[in-house]
């Protein structure tokens, strides 16, 4: 069992920064690969970035890449999304999961996590 965490988010203009920190629990969170999800309202949930259970592989979609930077800390049980230049259209309610596969396809799917965490809010003003 993995339970998670999110925290971080917030009321930032556009053009700020924000980092989001999700905290897991459980003795084998680092032997799954962390994805970070969000959902706008009305919208499906969508995949932003994902890494590697070694950091080794970092995975994002197009429309954060170049701005959102995720990385993690398997002693801490933490995984972080650095969010820079943000825009309205990043507004969303932003969840991290847990996933056993690591390979582009599955890291992209939501179905293919076994936990999510409770989401943390992120509205960007313009």
């Known amino acids: 069992q993995v339970q998670l965490v999110e925290s971080g988010g917030g009321l930032v203009q556009a053009g700020g920064s924000l980092r989001l920190s999700c905290v897991a629990s459980?003795?084998?969170?680092?032997?799954?690969?962390m994805g970070w999800f969000r959902q706008a309202p009305g919208k499906e949930r969508e995949f932003v970035a994902a890494?590697?259970?070694?950091?080794?592989?970092?995975y994002y979609a197009d429309s954060v890449k170049g701005r959102f930077t995720i990385s993690r800390d398997n002693i801490k049980n933490t995984v972080y999304l650095q969010m820079n230049s943000l825009k309205p259209e990043d507004t969303a309610v932003y969840y991290c999961?847990?996933?056993?596969?690591?390979?582009?396809?599955?890291?992209?799917?939501?179905?293919?996590?076994?936990?999510w965490g409770q989401g943390t809010q992120v509205t960007v003003s313009s």
């Open positions: 999961g847990a996933n056993p596969a690591s390979t582009y396809y599955s890291v992209t799917i939501q179905g293919k996590y076994d936990y």
């Open positions: 459980g003795r084998t969170f680092s032997t799954y690969t």
């Open positions: 890494i590697s259970w070694s950091a080794g592989r970092t």
